[in-house]
């Protein structure tokens, strides 16, 4: 996974709206009160104002698997579900309703992921969850086993190849927490069951696999100027590959760090 950079704040007309209606939810008597808001601004968090700019966030490209609408459509997605939360057991309780409104809530996913992810959200053993009007460094406190595409977390899932495509994996090097936290993260999304999601994963690796193999293939070209002038072509194709706007760089990241030689990898990632 990649981390998502958010820049900027998202039109004030869309959030001085979404600041009124929850203040509304806040002031509400009971839950039947607050349901009739929902209700009535059902589906508020999904114009245009709002998701036009949380795409351009990151060159509307899903969040979760970096994937554009070729492979489903994208949705705005709440990352703490808004009406009930399910748990590892199995078991529901009360969902996050008073960040209905909140833009740092949402996330852009695609269908296939959205749906397979759905009320998910459990918290790691022995954490609470976090209560209502609770701030913000509470809900980061909270110990939510799903990775926030938000967060530098997102370095726990990596990806590698194999017979049918491009997969996620658990990234090397993390202990056992970090490993629940990447297995449940992929399991929660379904990040391998879309054969078709695998597949251009997949397209994707073979690609940079191919710049790889061409820069290792420049020795037998003949002449040195030729041969400084082919693995510079090739390292330049790889970084356009890994950049933040790419479709898969982190795909193509994996592959690099995998399948390169070192000299490779100090080049493109050079900082």
Not at 104 to 132: C, W
Request: charged fraction near 30%; glycine fraction near 6%.
């Amino acid at each position: 996974m990649r981390k998502v950079i958010i820049k900027g704040t998202p039109p004030a007309d869309w959030v001085a709206e979404a600041d009124a209606i929850t203040a509304q939810l806040q002031a509400a008597d009971d839950e039947a009160a607050r349901q009739v808001i929902l209700d009535k601004y059902e589906g508020f968090w999904r114009e245009a104002r709002i998701r036009d700019w949380l795409m351009g966030q990151f060159a509307n490209k899903c969040w979760y698997t970096e994937a554009e609408e070729s492979i489903s459509p994208i949705h705005v997605d709440h990352f703490r579900p808004k009406g009930r939360v399910k748990n590892l057991d199995g078991s529901y309780e009360a969902g996050y309703w008073w960040l209905t409104f909140n833009w740092k809530n949402y996330v852009i996913a695609g269908h296939l992921i959205n749906t397979k992810k759905s009320d998910q959200f459990p918290i790691m053993d022995g954490e609470l969850r976090a209560a209502a009007h609770c701030s913000e460094m509470q809900l980061k406190l909270e110990g939510a086993v799903l990775i926030d595409p938000l967060t530098d977390q997102t370095r726990l899932i990596s990806y590698d190849r194999d017979d049918d495509g491009c997969i996620a994996v658990l990234a090397g090097g993390i202990d056992e927490f970090e490993k629940f936290k990447a297995e449940k993260t992929i399991e929660i999304l379904g990040l391998n069951r879309v054969d078709r999601l695998n597949q251009k994963r997949g397209k994707k690796w073979d690609e940079c696999l191919s710049v790889i193999e061409d820069y290792r293939g420049a020795k037998a070209q003949g002449a040195q100027a030729l041969v400084w002038m082919m693995k510079e072509m090739s390292i330049v194709r790889l970084k356009e590959k890994v950049k933040y706007d790419a479709e898969f760089s982190s795909i193509a990241e994996a592959c690099i760090r995998k399948q390169a030689p070192e000299t490779v990898i100090a080049a493109v990632f050079e900082r």
